[in-house]
């Protein structure tokens, strides 16, 4: 099998669910999906949440309003907010002309202040680790795309990437909250985890360009969300297509 920017998934037992596993060597460059409407939305959605929704620290008290669903003409995106930074959403989008994939995608704001210029179109080391297992984590990586100006810091858009729907059902079954960490990427992870790798990744050190280097993200109801985004966007193929 060809190794793209893709997470392979290990053999499940035991009902653990996540265990990324990445093939992908940092050294390739792939780039995401160019499939009609997807980057247009994309950047829409980052544009439009960077304006709505501010910056703000997670409070305990604020009611979970679980997973958000966004229709346009172009797709359907189902959305949670973070649990550590607020504002910055996680977010996977259906294209009305693919319903059987969707693009992972999240919002990382900053106030450390550097150049950050070298991040755009790098991908970062993350490890992903639920609270309630210890042992359901992974390793995967996710590139830049964005970085702009946000209030008092900036804001990057991260892509983590495009796969099928029924990797993310797999993947998620549990409904655990699932921390997202950016990770240093030593020769130790990188011998482990990685394989071959662009060498520049291991110059980036976290703590230089995000002052909070995790988020968290409740997946409760996320399979069911998910399953009804998918629905909603065969819809709107047909009604295109009508």
Known sequence: MRKTHYINPRYYQNEKTI????????????????????FKYILFVFLIFSVVIGYSAYAGGIED???????????????HHGNITY?????????????????????????????????????????????SDKSDYGY?????LTVRPFLNGQRALIFFGHYPIDRYLQWFRSG???SMEIVK???????????PIDEDILKIEPTDYFDIQMNAYYFKGFNKALI???????????????
């Open 87 to 131: 504002g910055d959403d996680v977010i996977f989008f259906l294209n009305k002309n693919d319903c059987n994939s969707a693009s992972w995608i999240s919002k990382v704001y900053t106030m450390a202040e550097n150049n950050f210029e070298p991040l755009v179109n790098k991908f970062l080391p993350y490890k992903l680790q639920s609270y």
């Open 185 to 195: 990427a030593d020769k130790s992870l990188i011998d482990r985890e990685y394989g």
């Open 140 to 144: 995967t990586t996710a590139q830049v």
């Open 65 to 79: 309003e679980g997973w958000i669903t966004e229709i346009d003409a172009d797709g359907v995106a189902i959305q």
């Open 19 to 38: 265990l990324l596993n990445p093939s992908k060597p940092f050294s390739q460059k792939i780039k995401p999906s160019k499939k009609p409407g997807l």
């Open 176 to 178: 655990d909250e699932y």
């Open 228 to 242: 009804a985004a998918q629905k909603k966007c065969n819809d709107l193929g047909l009604i295109a297509n009508a």
